[in-house]
């Protein structure tokens, strides 16, 4: 890297896009620096290293086509490991509807069971990915975002009733607990056609979901250690410049920092914060303005006995109550101890969960957790909660196209603006999740060295 003189780059941000377009742009020879907010580097990989089997409060894991994340645990030093046996050996959740388990049998013959003949025997939480899998309109996934689909970017909860689901059947089967927006009615139905295509391709890399040993934010901390520039902590951008000859940041904490270019590594969400001069226009600021973003929160817990021995229920349970979906965690030295409880909030059970605060929230989900299982009483801690939404330097777990939005914002609102340029989970086209964050430091990166 050249000695002195002006900075090439400045990376905002240091989750797993920022910090590999850092890497990225120090393998060309730029001279570059990253600032992230928060005391920690990786984001949304969030591993708490101090509680039993290291659970993950955001990232989980690699598929096996993951070959930008296999790569950037390779060259960082961090070993992967297949924790699709542990997955397995968690057998599936149990069905608690009203506070009650269901088996599947009870289930399919139940009165309270809204979905149509050939689903009466699929649980509700199988219910939407097994209709988008087998009649996804989209003839090439790659081609999501391309303005010919248009007529296809309406809300899943349309392309849900042209399959003829009803709207019971809809709020059970996917507003219960939604993994895009607090409804069927928040997201595009492309968005879940782009993660069927990009699951089913996949899979064909083989069944395996790698996961770092010791945990996921080993990887980031690795990645972050390979950098030669400086890498600050505490440092919030609050305001970016974007001039004839050079960009400048300035920080919460009143430091500045020129170079030649800015990468924004930032969630949209969290930019709606950032100043821009001159401000940003156009697609790009509709999409910084309105893009969605994923309510969830996540909540660990560690257990004192195997009280599912006692009452013979699966550990894991997807309710439709205040303790949202609970999956046993197999993290142990062996692939059939259970860790603990990470109980998820999606949707309009998270924004509940924050309203009523940490530890109201966490007495709640323990009791809803014993009420419908007399056996885990008393055999149960909360440790924490995380909410993604209220965590402000990450303001939801991940982006959400709205009907309408991904023919709309995505081809565009990415563009460089001016001397700023952006890249970070929301703006990957061709991959999902951390895939998705590697895959669109590539793009910057080149967009960088290219400008
Ligand atoms: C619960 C959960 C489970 C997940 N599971 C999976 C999974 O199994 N597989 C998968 O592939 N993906 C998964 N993901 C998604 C994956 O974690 C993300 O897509 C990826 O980590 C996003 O990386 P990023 O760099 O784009 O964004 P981030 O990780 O959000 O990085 C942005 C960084 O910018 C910092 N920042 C914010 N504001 C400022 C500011 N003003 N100034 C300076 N810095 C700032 C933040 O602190 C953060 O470090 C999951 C996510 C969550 C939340």
Redesign the pocket.
């Known amino acids: 890297a050249p000695a002195g003189g002006m900075l090439d780059t400045i990376i ?8 590999n377009t850092a890497w990225l742009l120090e393998q060309q020879g730029q001279k570059v620096m990253v ?4 005391q ?7 591993t708490l290293l101090d509680q039993p089997g290291t659970p ?8 096996a086509g ?1 070959g930008r ?1 296999i790569d950037a645990a390779k060259r960082a030093g961090v070993e992967l490991y297949d924790v699709a046996p542990r997955y397995r050996a968690a057998g599936g959740m149990a069905l608690v509807l009203d506070g009650k388990p269901l088996t599947r049998e009870q289930w399919a013959a139940s009165p309270l069971n809204p979905f149509p003949a050939p689903f009466k025997t699929a649980m509700p939480w199988e219910i939407v990915n097994k209709i988008v899998a087998a009649k996804t309109p989209l003839a090439d996934w790659t081609e999501w975002t391309d303005p010919k689909n248009a007529a296809l970017d309406v809300s899943l909860r349309d392309f849900l009733k042209s399959q003829g689901l009803s709207d019971p059947a809809i709020t059970l089967a996917y507003d219960t607990a939604p993994y895009y927006g607090t409804s069927a009615f928040d997201v595009s139905a492309l968005m879940l056609e782009f993660n069927d295509g990009f699951i089913k391709t996949q899979a064909l890399a083989g069944p395996q ?1 790698l996961a770092v040993k010791g945990g996921n934010s080993r990887l ?1 901390m690795a990645m972050a250690k390979l950098l030669k520039g400086d890498l600050l902590l505490g ?4 305001g970016i410049v974007s001039e004839a000859d050079a960009a400048s940041v300035r ?2 904490d009143g430091s500045t920092y020129r170079a030649k270019r800015i990468v924004c ?3 949209f969400a ?2 709606r ?2 100043k821009f001069a001159p401000g940003l226009s156009g697609v790009q600021a509709q999409a910084v303005a309105t893009l969605g973003t ?1 309510p ?1 929160s ?1 909540a660990f817990f560690t257990i004192k006995s195997r009280y599912w021995d006692v009452d013979t229920l699966n550990p894991s349970m997807w309710t439709d109550g205040f303790a949202g979906t609970v999956q046993a965690q197999l993290f142990g030295t062996t692939d059939s101890e259970v860790t603990g409880l990470m109980v ?1 909030g999606r949707g309009t059970l998270a924004r509940y969960w924050d309203r009523l605060g940490k530890p109201a929230a966490l007495e709640l989900i323990t009791h809803s957790i014993e009420a419908a299982r007399p056996a885990a009483k008393g055999q149960i801690s909360p440790v924490t909660l995380h909410s ?1 939404e209220s965590e ?3 303001a939801g ?2 982006a959400v196209f709205g009907p309408g939005q991904v023919h709309t914002l995505a081809p565009t609102m990415a563009a460089p603006a001016g001397r700023i340029h952006f ?4 703006t990957a086209t061709g991959a ?6 590697l895959e ?2 590539e793009r910057v990166a080149i967009e960088v060295l290219s400008a």
Do not use: D
């Open positions: 905002l941000g240091a989750g797993m896009a920022g910090l600032l992230e907010a928060r920690r580097v990786g984001g949304r990989v969030f993950e409060m955001g990232f989980n894991a690699m598929a993951y994340g979901s980031p440092k919030e951008a609050v920080c919460a590594a930032l969630p969290v930019m914060r950032i994923q969830l996540a998820q993604w402000q330097f990450s777990a991940w890249c970070g989970e929301h999902r999740g951390l895939e998705g964050a669109s430091s």
